[in-house]
């Protein structure tokens, strides 16, 4: 008997991006993470690119890519993020995906997904279709090959979407055994009725379809995944190997595979340090050779499908009532309250429902006076909306416009297409996955729909966004605060909402406290400096000056005058107006600068006031996170005083602090909270220096040990961690430099100093490449000096030394120590860290 193991994961979560900046904001409940893709990129995908598996002594003996051994999807707007935001977890992504076409059989374990997580069973024609096309060509653009199978959804289907996933050339998808409804082992024979109980999963089957086409499905092992999902069976890597190996039948088919599929966060965010048990998972299967691991492409050309299935209707595997859980207060839930119902779930898909289906109608009439075919141009969208450009964008308005199109006619088509593209984002499927519709998953499909309205009102002219505020009205939340879908909408929606003025507002307050440049580029937008003056009086500061803001997106363009006058801590007022050619701009410039000049502020910011009417903003018009940076610096600049002046008090309260010390008494909390700012501040500037002193740090440390002055991990461990990082990014470009080497380990031994909690998970991947280096090149030239701080700095990272690299070690050990006991002048090549004369040296490292 054959046996074969997969393991599948399913890595996504939602387009979290303001739909307006088109990037994502700070979210408060991912901290210490900047937001919610931050930590799961740092809990999980990072680490299943280069997951541990450790040695009997708790130290590392292999550092594996999983991808490039398991089956995988990712979503494309999480691909889209990593890309942007962690481009070194991106890389692995795709990296392992060339290596699994080296493993198996030239098959990538790369598989495509639809393109945001819409439920296609409960989508219309068109959008199915335009996801789908989506998922494909954004799979093409990404890991630069067709792909052979497609994961759809919450594995939601039906007869509809499977004959979409055909014809666009898709061969297989997986979904869960209970989908699968009849099933038969050849034409001629009958077809037994599973009743929704399960299937065999062992096997691979085809499903012929009424347009007379067919797709593969693979059912997974439901049991096993549901352990892996809910259970314990993580909490050790040889247990989910001997599980999986359970279950092949020595009585069943003579070729079987046993696989798996589950949400890829399982391995990491949902249990910690889940990709490592994966990882150990894979390891003892192969090394036990309990099965061949291969990924649904290879097995399915390998073994093609000969039973037939038919799937039940509707279904999915995250609801036990086919995919009411995105439609209906089914009774499916998160579990947040007991009390809660989901009744609106329905009036918001139908509230949605009713936005698209308005505003296709007046797509398709407006977009034929310039595309060919608008619905062929928005299939391929994705290719503009993938790079944005402006080559790229102007070749496919290019391949698609009827004529040549003014800049006007550009901007308009734009805003028809991502009108589209925000009509498909409000239907991601968490929006209805949790409990309650103030919850953040259902806001942003709100914004979604408000972005949406909003281009549609500006192409139209039409109150799109009211008509759809009376049908949310429905939507009723659980909390009583937050009332009905109106009350939501206008709390968490409309603050969010931008336009190009808006954009304009934060260049110009932004640029006062950064600079101004000529071309500058932020978030989704770019801001061109025409002309423009900075007077200065202190920290107060005043900038006058015209500008252009444009949409990246849409491409739209504003030309306006601008003021800005800051009076020092929060005080800053800024106007502007699209009026660049008004007559009495001059005058108003004389006459502000003049104002400033003499030191009336208060009379400046009237000035603003008076003369741009509405359109004054202030510093809460800045950007969420640009507001919060900028707000950070101000008070950080606020209590540069503060600091001297404590540090003095500090010093006078010496004495008593060391009094109370001795007899164990605890500190005041005025002392406690005094020594904390201090003594932190000043490890802070250790940190600073350019060349810090590692002992000064360690007496700071000590005094604030013996004192009982807790120091916090947070405000201490990013300044250190900067520094670490910026040396190992020297150490990649020249590993061969002993001075870096020797400072890094310096750096290393800090980071294991309390309270320092540094992520060393970069080192150690750093280090391991190099060691791996090492050891597979047995003539390799490595400096024996260098080679002894190098091991130290291993023992410090906890990475296990090769076999092959212990020899070396040994080797070198002995050399010295024997030339150095005869005297032998050939001993100070190597202890004065000199190479070899040349032409005796063997390969060396990179310099």
């Known amino acids: 008997m054959e046996c074969f193991v997969c393991i599948h994961c399913h890595f996504y979560q ?12 700070a979210q408060d409940s991912a901290q210490p993470y900047h937001d919610w893709n931050e930590r799961i990129t740092a809990e999980c995908y990072r680490p299943n690119g280069a997951s541990r598996i450790m040695d009997d002594k ?32 991106y890389d692995q992504i795709l990296k392992a995906d060339r290596e699994s076409r080296q493993r198996f059989s030239g098959h990538g374990s790369a598989v495509a997904q639809a393109y945001n997580h819409i439920i296609l069973p409960l989508a219309n024609a068109r959008d199915k279709r335009t996801q789908i096309v989506w998922g494909m060509e954004d799979f093409q653009h990404r890991f630069g090959r067709d792909p052979e199978g497609m994961w759809l959804p919450e594995t939601a289907a039906d007869v509809a979407t499977l004959e979409t996933l055909s014809a666009e050339g898709i061969k297989f998808t997986i979904l869960s055994p209970y989908q699968a409804g009849k099933l038969r082992n050849d034409p001629k024979s009958q077809w037994l009725n599973l009743h929704g109980h399960g299937v065999d999963s062992k096997r691979p089957y085809l499903c012929h379809l009424p347009s007379g086409r067919s797709i593969g ?53 949902h249990h910690a340090h889940g990709d490592m048990a994966l990882a150990y998972a894979l390891d003892y299967i192969e090394k036990n050779k309990l099965a061949r691991i291969t990924n649904y492409a290879e097995h399915f050309a390998a073994h093609p499908p000969t039973y037939e299935v038919e799937i039940i209707e509707k279904t999915a595997w995250s609801c036990a009532h ?64 993938n790079d944005r450009s402006s080559e790229n964008v102007r070749d496919f308005l290019k391949d698609h416009a009827l004529r040549r199109l003014s800049e006007d006619e550009e901007v308009r088509v734009l805003r028809l297409l991502e009108m589209q593209r925000h009509l498909m984002l409000m239907y991601t499927s968490c929006g209805w996955f949790f409990d309650e519709p103030s919850g953040p998953e259902t806001v942003q499909v709100l914004q979604y729909a408000g972005r949406a309205a909003q281009l549609s009102e500006q192409l139209f002219g039409a109150n799109q966004e009211e008509q759809f505020l009376r049908r949310v009205e429905k939507m009723q939340s659980n909390i009583p605060e937050f009332g009905n879908g109106r009350k939501i909408y206008e709390r968490f929606v409309r603050p969010a909402m931008l336009d190009l003025f808006g954009a304009a507002a934060h260049y110009i307050i932004s640029s006062l406290f950064d600079g101004y440049i000529k071309r500058e580029s932020m978030y989704c937008y770019s801001a ?66 003049t104002l400033f000049a003499q030191g009336d502020f208060a009379g400046c910011s009237s000035l603003i006031r008076h003369y741009f009417g509405k359109r004054t903003y202030s510093l809460k018009s800045l950007f969420h996170d640009e507001r919060q940076r900028i707000i950070s610096q101000l008070v950080e600049a606020s209590l540069a005083d503060i600091d001297e002046l404590y540090r003095k008090t500090h010093e006078q309260h010496s004495p008593q602090i060391s009094f109370l010390t001795e007899l164990h008494m605890p500190l005041p909390p005025i002392l406690q909270a005094l020594g904390e700012f201090v003594l932190g501040n000043a490890v802070r500037r250790c940190l600073a220096e350019e060349k810090p002193d590692f002992e000064q740090i360690k007496r700071l440390l000590d005094t604030a040990r013996r004192d009982g002055i807790g120091l916090s991990d947070a405000s201490l461990s990013p300044a250190l961690d900067q520094r670490l990082n910026s040396l190992l990014h020297r150490w990649q470009r020249k590993p061969a430099d002993l001075a870096t080497l020797q400072a890094l380990e310096g750096w290393v031994q800090l980071a294991n100093v309390p309270p320092f909690n540094v992520d060393l998970w970069e080192a150690q991947n750093q280090y391991y490449e190099l060691l791996k280096i090492i050891s597979a090149n047995s003539h390799l030239y490595v400096d024996r000096t260098w080679l002894g701080y190098f091991h130290k700095l291993g023992d410090q990272l906890g990475v296990a030394p090769s076999q092959a690299f212990a020899a070396v070690m040994a080797y070198s050990v002995k050399e010295i120590i024997g030339l150095a006991s005869t005297g032998s002048e050939s001993v100070r090549p190597a202890i004065r860290n000199e190479r070899p004369p040349r032409g005796e040296q063997g390969p060396q490292l990179p310099v």
């Open 14 to 25: 939602p387009p979290r991006e303001n739909p307006w900046l088109e990037a994502v904001e």
């Open 58 to 89: 708790g130290r590392i003996a292999q550092i594996v890519n999983n991808y490039a051994r398991i089956s995988f999807n990712f979503g494309p707007t999480l691909l889209s993020w990593l890309e942007e935001h962690a481009p070194q977890t």
């Open 217 to 269: 499905i693979f059912f997974y092992d439901g049991v096993v995944a549901r352990a892996v999902a809910f259970d314990k069976l993580l909490f050790d890597g040889s247990n989910l190997a001997r599980r999986l190996a359970s279950r092949f039948d020595h009585q069943g088919d003579s070729v079987q595979l046993v696989h798996i599929a589950t949400d890829g966060e399982t391995y990491g965010h």
């Open 322 to 385: 086919g995919v009411e859980r995105w439609n209906s207060n089914c009774g499916c839930n998160a579990g947040a309250n007991g009390s809660w119902n989901q009744e609106w779930r329905r009036p918001l898909r139908e509230a949605l429902d009713w936005l698209r289906d308005d505003i296709a109608g007046r797509y398709e009439f407006d977009a034929k006076r310039f595309l060919r075919d608008p619905w062929a141009a928005r299939d391929a969208y994705i290719q503009a909306v």
């Open 528 to 593: 061109f400096l025409s002309d423009g003056q900075v007077f200065a009086e202190g920290k107060k500061k005043l900038a006058i000056g015209r500008a252009e803001i444009t949409s990246l997106i849409t491409q739209a363009k504003l030309g306006f005058n601008f003021a800005v006058v800051y009076c020092g801590d929060h005080q800053l007022i800024a106007g502007l107006s699209p009026d660049v050619e008004h007559a009495e701009f001059p005058a108003f410039t004389e006459q502000v600068s």
